[in-house]
């Protein structure tokens, strides 16, 4: 299984970036799907979530701001976000959510002027 994020980059506060995250050998379509973000010193957090049937749910700071999609038949989930804030910074990944996976490599994020 391999989960490769990518997407990730270094912007400025209020701007917008779009995360994605190709899943190869794992079938993903009847699984949900989340991104978690780790940032430097914290623990890894689950940010949003998004259901087999596309339901999704949001951590309360990043509500109204991320939105999680996904293309099954690519196997991938997106995180666009949108108004970024400093305090998103940190290294994005995406992994299941009742099943978890070897975790990829991430993509880092870094909002900063």
């Known amino acids: 299984v391999q989960l490769l994020e990518s997407g990730g980059g270094e912007v400025q506060p209020g701007g917008s970036l779009r995360l994605s995250c190709v899943v190869s050998?794992?079938?993903?379509?009847?699984?949900?799907m989340g991104w978690y973000r780790q940032a430097p010193g914290k623990q890894r957090e689950l940010v949003g979530s998004?259901?087999?049937?596309?339901?999704?749910h949001y951590l309360d700071s990043v509500k109204g701001r991320f939105a999680i999609s996904r293309d099954n038949a690519k196997n991938t989930v997106y995180l666009q976000m949108n108004s970024l804030k400093p305090e998103d910074t940190a290294v994005y990944y995406c992994?299941?959510?009742?099943?978890?996976?070897?975790w990829g490599q991430g993509t880092q994020v870094t909002v900063s002027s």
């Open positions: 050998g794992w079938n993903i379509t009847i699984y949900s």
């Open positions: 992994n299941g959510i009742n099943i978890i996976k070897s």
């Open positions: 998004i259901s087999r049937t596309g339901n999704t």
